[in-house]
């Protein structure tokens, strides 16, 4: 039997990447989506759930895990969404909504399925974060606080489950091209691209390729740590 993934934000562009990188490396994938499905890549299993509802979190863990059979190799915590404000301007469904996507989500999801892994003594949980959550982003400063919540959960679940056989890593991307950035001007994103080191945006694929990697046996000696996927941005 191949290794199992699931991968949460499965739709969206970054989720895209991984998905189609996980399934050429020979995975079978497990992908969740809370909005388009139509977007899932071919070949894979997909089911939408909301996982800032831990019943809906828990039910599509459960799903999940009868289509694998209890097997789970790598869960990649993948779902976020982002928005731009003040911090005046900030209301509490906006608040309620970057944190419940972005830190709740990855809550709910885990501790359903790491009882699996802690069973097994072994698996892979790859959070994805954000460069913003290392260095924080004026006018993002809740979606910035989310996602460095997630950072401190990685090192701290990491702490926990080292013993089980479980490696628990971040991945903070920089800026990606993903439809979040179809907002921006062509001269917005030269600018940023201009701004980042190596001079050009990220993609999918340079998120998809670290993702691979930790997951990979080769880095069992990897945990806890947060790894900035930004071309340098935030330096």
Not at 112 to 122: D, F, H, V, W
């Amino acid at each position: 039997m191949g290794k199992t993934a699931v991968i949460t934000g499965a739709s969206g562009g970054i989720g895209q990447a991984l998905t189609e990188s996980f399934r050429q490396a020979g995975y079978r994938v497990f992908c969740g989506c809370n909005s388009h499905p139509e977007r899932l890549p071919e070949g894979v299993w997909g089911m939408a759930a909301d996982l800032t509802d831990p019943q809906q979190a828990k039910a599509f863990a459960d799903a999940v895990l009868q289509q694998c059979g209890g097997q789970v190799d790598v869960l990649i915590n993948n779902a976020g969404v982002a928005q731009q404000k003040l911090f005046q301007d900030i209301s509490d469904d906006d608040w309620r909504k970057m944190t419940g996507v972005n830190l709740d989500g990855v809550f709910y999801l885990t501790r359903a399925l790491l009882p699996a892994m802690i069973r097994r003594q072994k698996g892979r949980i790859i959070n994805i974060s954000s460069m913003w959550g290392v260095v924080g982003a004026s006018c993002e400063v809740h979606y910035s606080a989310a996602k460095a919540a997630v950072i401190g959960m990685t090192k701290a679940l990491a702490k926990e489950v080292g013993p089980s056989g479980i490696t628990v890593n971040c991945i903070a991307p920089g800026v990606i091209k993903t439809l979040m950035l179809d907002s921006f001007s062509e001269e917005d994103l030269q600018n940023l691209a201009d701004e980042t080191p190596v001079g050009r945006l990220g993609t999918g694929g340079d998120v998809a390729n670290l993702a691979l990697f930790l997951a990979d046996d080769k880095a069992d000696f990897i945990t806890g740590q947060t790894v900035c996927v930004d071309g340098g941005f935030s330096l």
